[in-house]
Antibody
Framework: EVQLVESGGGLVKPGGSLRLSCAVS????????MSWVRQVPGKGLEWVSS????????YYADSLKGRFTISRDNAKNSLYLQMNSLRAEDTAVYYC????????????WGQGALVTVSS | DIQMTQSPSSLSASVGDGVTITCRAS??????LNWYQQKPGKAPKLVMY???SLHSGVPSRFSGTGSGTDFTLTISSLQPEDFATYYC?????????FGQGTKVEIK
């Protein structure tokens, strides 16, 4: 069974940092591009970042302006999102998702991790 | 960036009704169009990919059409479990972008 489990969410002050993790099981992690997608509570979905199988290619949403860093550890079957200089507008549920290699749809998602940026 | 516009934003329908949701891209995306279903408090689930390919396990009452800039998702006979919010997404070029969502509610 494919499973993606996010962790590391929580409350952080504006300007602070947080690192999200996504532990995966049930498939060969190193064979897939992985992504982060976020959703402000009550709002729509926003793609954040994607990283290819061997970390050769990394993509970010322009709005992040270098504040977020995606990474992965294929030996640990884990995906990460380092978030720095957090702002109130970064408050959202952050989902990790498996991305199809060629067509790039997201076929499996984690349950989400809530990040709240507030003083 | 490619903008995705869905219509309607919400609709009310009864069990057994057929419904159609439309998604329009700001430029041609060929058939790089995917549909997701999301229920409150849950992660999105893939319903359709490449405009018209049904994801594994999704009932055949769901169908998708379109190419270029105009796409539709149709549910032929709404079931209670289909009431949810549906999002389209383009994966033609980064940044991958989503429509604003269409909420399908019970009449």
């Amino acid at each position: 069974e494919v499973q993606l489990v996010e962790s590391g969410g929580g409350l952080v002050k504006p300007g602070g940092s947080l690192r999200l993790s996504c532990a995966v099981s049930g498939f060969t992690f190193r064979n897939y591009t992985m992504s982060w997608v976020r959703q402000v509570p009550g709002k729509g979905l926003e793609w954040v970042s994607s990283i290819t199988r061997s970390s050769d290619y990394i993509y970010y949403a322009d709005s992040l302006k270098g504040r977020f860093t995606i990474s992965r550890d294929n030996a640990k079957n884990s995906l990460y999102l380092q978030m720095n200089s957090l702002r109130a507008e970064d408050t959202a549920v952050y989902y990790c998702a498996r991305e199809h290699t060629l067509i790039n749809f997201f076929d499996y998602w984690g349950q989400g991790a809530l990040v709240t940026v507030s003083s | 960036d490619i903008q995705m516009t869905q219509s309607p934003s919400s609709l009310s329908a009864s069990v057994g009704d057929g419904v159609t949701i439309t998604c329009r891209a700001s430029q041609s995306i060929n058939n790089y169009l995917n549909w997701y279903q999301q229920k409150p408090g849950k992660a999105p689930k893939l319903v359709m990919y490449s405009a018209s390919s049904l994801h594994s396990g999704v009932p055949s009452r769901f169908s998708g059409t379109g190419s270029g800039t105009d796409f539709t998702l149709t549910i032929s006979s709404l079931q209670p479990e289909d009431f949810a919010t549906y999002y389209c997404q383009q994966t033609h070029s980064t940044p991958w972008t989503f429509g604003q969502g269409t909420k399908v509610e019970i009449k």
